[in-house]
């Protein structure tokens, strides 16, 4: 195969991934459009943007969707990972160049 042949399948193939990773919003759209009676121009059809994310976010604060195993960590670990933190704060943070 040559260099050439093997960009147009990448071509391709990255193509059809995006094609892919799209059509679950676009059938969802669809079908809230088919929900409203096929007014695609109603405002009220689509979600919000962010919408979803500001619901996934309610569950996390409110623990809905807490493991049922608890997870820690041990003193000894919780104490190394301050220290790096702290640590970051000792580096100076450069000034801002001013571009001519």
């Not at 892919?20 to 405002?43: D, L, R, Y």
Request: aromatic residues 4%; contains cysteine; hydrophobic residues 40%.
């Amino acid at each position: 195969m040559t260099i050439n042949a093997g960009r147009g399948i990448m071509r391709k193939t990255v193509f059809m991934c995006a094609m892919f990773s799209m059509m679950p919003v676009a059938v969802n759209a669809e079908e809230t459009i088919e929900e409203s009676g096929g007014q695609a121009g109603s405002e009220s059809v689509l979600p919000l943007p962010g919408a979803e994310v500001e619901q996934w976010l309610a569950m996390q604060r409110n623990g809905d969707q807490q493991s049922e195993l608890p997870q820690s960590v041990s003193p000894a670990y919780h104490e190394k990972a301050a220290q790096r933190f702290m640590k970051t704060l000792d580096q100076a943070i450069p000034a801002p160049t001013q571009e001519k």
